[in-house]
């Protein structure tokens, strides 16, 4: 087992700097036929968006025409998000006008499942939107594994993740969803998985022959889904992943991220349901509980949280229409 | 190539709207240059990003000197002149501040966006906008980002660069982010100094009653702000920042002053300085403290005539343009450049606020004039319109 995982670390795990020569990309890119299509998902992110934009059109569209497809994909932001990425020639959808007929779902994952659907490359790098210091490398890192070697399917980022202070930065903490939760899942389940160094990060590659295939759960769980799937699907050579620095980010609150590890929590034990891993599993609960004090009251909070899934892509009437699929 | 000013002129506005096509380019070179820190004698990483945008744009002779100057050539037609093209590639901040930018509908935010990333960006996008609007000069255009520009840099890779250069040099043109309308045609006499203020260990506070070092340097300050300042030649004594002390109720023994002298008119600086050296050494004399001024950079007055032909093409471009004229000195490359009897001017690109605070931002629609601009102006320098 740790041979395998030391193995893997060693041919399947990259740093952005080995994919410093873009123009050698796009020829690689060219020659291999390949149409890749970037997508941002979004939900009130007009802080970070035009960033985000200007400088993905610039370095990996005008200057080197790594991208061939370029969209943001939104939830429905309150917030300027649409305008500004319109503004500086993005092409902005919202998610919920995309396959009108298989109605509307809040989530990240729906963003990322309609995208499937929308955008027309053979690899989909998906790079969330709320990045502070965004850089071409967020791209070029986790796409070049894909373009440079075919038996790779799925690629991650992973970086030393610093926390915006008010007094600067300072290197610590990000990944705690990661280090508490789905590495002791994995490491009691799947071990081969914990050689994913964040298998939570926002930004990722995936050839359509994989995404097509594989169900989304459209909350919290659409990344952690996707990697046991491919994993049991493709196995561990399917992955790679590759350090990308530094990613400056909003900080999320403790309450913020329990939540969300209740939503991982209900599509990993899920998986390990429909894997036949478990048996005797009770049904699970969808209402998370925190609590608040005020004064000597204690006031119980409750929220609903329902890890919906759509099916795989492929089995959509409309896209098999669209992509011509008949078997 | 424009070979008469109405038709150099007449292009403006076509050229205005042909930039637009330049945007993304020249907003990602300036938001990827300004992420990357770049206080002054620390700017190896930003010229280093500069000298890779050279290198993939194809140019010659790229170089990083010793001084930390990037400076590549874009190669005229027939190559006999040089026209230097350049920004300053430091700023006001350290490399501890969070240098992250942020992009509205038709802003940028950060700190140092509009002095200078924006120039620098200017500086390695033009080959880039040269050939979207399909212009060539005769002359090779040297294009430069100065290292050790700002504060104690005191205009070092200039002054390297200047003095070790083998081109002849025809014009030089220096570029601010901030503020389009800019129009620096002479440098302005600046001495930048510096007033440590040191209390001795063992002072009788009974004896002088003063209550610390930060009460005896008001007093100098107070005594410099009454040495009287001529309007005309226009002369000011600018105080930068003071800094002394830790505390409430710890009597500080230290002080520090930093000021500029500025002055149009020639031996006032010295004038001054000589003023300021008195009330020091009487100070300092009658509080028994040791006050030192240091001198940390000086420019001599200078510059081209108001009826100069660089100064009234600029102003014809920018009537042309529609951008009321913003006369203003400078202490900055120009000055070096004026010194070495190049006719120079230096010129902003777009608006901006709060510069050199950590919210300093520019709007994005006025740059497109400001690089109309300076297109113009090089094609009137290459035109040979600029010359005496």
């Keep these: 087992m740790s041979n395998k995982i030391e193995k893997w670390l060693e041919t399947n795990t990259f740093h952005h700097g080995e994919f410093w020569d873009i123009l050698e990309l796009v020829k690689a890119k060219e020659e291999k036929g390949l149409k890749i299509s970037l997508c941002i998902p979004t939900l009130n992110e007009e802080k970070t968006i035009g960033k985000e934009i200007v400088i993905f059109r610039s370095e990996l569209m005008e200057r080197y025409p790594l991208i061939d497809e370029f969209a943001v994909i939104d939830s429905g932001s309150e917030d300027n998000t649409c305008e500004v990425a319109a503004s500086f020639g993005a092409d902005v959808y919202r998610a919920a006008d995309i396959l009108p007929e298989v109605g509307e779902k809040r989530g990240k994952g729906e963003n990322l499942w309609k995208a499937i659907y929308q955008l027309k490359g053979d690899i989909i790098v998906y790079v969330d939107a709320d990045i502070k210091n965004i850089h071409p490398r967020f791209v070029t890192g986790i796409v070049a594994p894909l373009i440079k070697n075919d038996t790779i399917k799925y690629c991650k980022a992973f970086y030393d993740r610093p926390m915006a202070y008010s007094s600067g930065i300072r290197s610590s903490g990000g990944g705690r969803v990661t280090e508490i939760l789905i590495r002791p899942l994995f490491s009691l389940f799947f071990p081969e998985l914990t050689s994913l160094i964040q298998p939570l990060s926002g930004e990722f590659a995936v050839r359509r022959e994989v995404l097509e295939r594989i169900p989304f759960p459209i909350g919290y769980g659409v990344e952690t889904a996707h990697i046991l799937d491919v994993y049991k699907e493709w196995g561990l050579e399917a992955f790679a992943q590759c350090d990308l620095d530094q990613r400056i980010h909003r900080n999320q609150s403790t309450n913020a991220l329990g939540k969300m590890s209740f939503g991982i929590l209900q599509t990993f034990l899920n998986r390990l349901k429909s894997y ?8 699970l609960s969808t209402i998370y509980r925190q609590f608040q004090a005020e004064g000597n009251r204690y006031e119980q909070l409750t929220r609903e949280i329902v890890e919906y899934e759509r099916p795989p892509m492929i089995t959509i ?4 229409e669209k992509y011509g699929i008949t078997e | 190539m424009a070979n008469t000013i109405p038709l150099i002129h007449s292009a403006l506005p076509g050229h205005r709207n042909a930039l637009q096509s330049v945007r993304e380019i020249l907003l990602a070179n300036a938001l990827m240059i300004g992420e990357i820190p770049s ?3 620390a700017e190896e990483e930003r010229i280093t990003f500069l000298s890779n945008r050279f ?11 010793q001084a930390g100057n990037g400076m590549a050539i874009l190669p005229g037609t027939i190559g006999k002149n040089n026209i230097l093209v350049c920004a300053h590639a430091d700023t006001v901040f350290s490399e501890k501040v969070d240098h992250a930018m942020s992009v509205g509908p038709n802003s940028i935010k950060g700190p140092g966006i509009g002095d200078n990333s924006l120039g620098l960006a200017a500086v390695v996008t033009l080959p880039e906008i040269l050939k979207r609007l399909g212009i060539t000069f005769e002359d090779n255009l040297i294009l430069m980002g100065c290292s050790r520009s700002l504060g104690r840099g005191n205009l070092g890779g200039m002054r390297f660069f200047l003095e070790h250069n083998k081109r002849p ?15 620096s045609y002479a440098s302005i006499g600046m001495l930048r100094g510096e007033i440590n203020l040191q209390v001795p260990t063992k002072y009788d506070w009974t004896k002088f009653g003063a209550s610390g070092a930060v009460a005896i340097l008001t007093k100098v300050v107070q005594r410099i702000m009454e040495i009287p300042i001529p309007m005309e030649p226009k002369t000011k004594i600018l105080f930068g920042s003071m800094s002394s002390g830790t505390s409430f109720g710890t009597q500080p023994t230290s002080a520090n002053l930093r000021f500029e002298i500025r002055s149009e008119q020639t031996g006032m600086v010295s004038k001054l300085r000589d003023q300021i050296e008195d009330i020091i050494d009487e100070i300092a004399n009658g509080s028994d403290t ?3 001024l240091s001198i940390i950079a000086q420019r001599k007055p200078g510059g081209l005539p108001y009826a100069h032909p660089m100064v009234k093409s600029m102003r014809a471009i920018l009537d042309t343009l529609k951008v009321n004229p913003r006369v203003e000195p400078s202490v900055g490359e120009l000055s070096e450049l004026i010194n070495k009897g190049i006719p120079s001017v230096t010129l902003g690109l777009t608006k ?3 510069k050199n605070e950590l919210n300093e931002s520019i709007e994005i629609t006025p740059t497109f004039d400001g690089l109309a601009q300076l297109v113009a102006l090089l094609q009137s320098i290459d035109g040979g319109f600029c010359d005496e």
């Design chain 2, 55 to 65: 290198t993939e744009d194809g140019l010659d002779n790229i170089s990083i000197d």
């Design chain 1, 276 to 283: 036949g891993m478990v048996d005797r599993l009770p049904e």
């Design chain 2, 290 to 292: 040791r006050i030192e």
């Design chain 2, 39 to 41: 206080p002054t004698d």
């Design chain 1, 317 to 320: 009437p409309a896209y098999r």
């Design chain 2, 352 to 354: 901006g606020t709060h």
């Design chain 2, 169 to 183: 040099i025809r014009a030089g043109v220096c570029i601010e982010g901030i503020e389009l309308g800019r129009l």
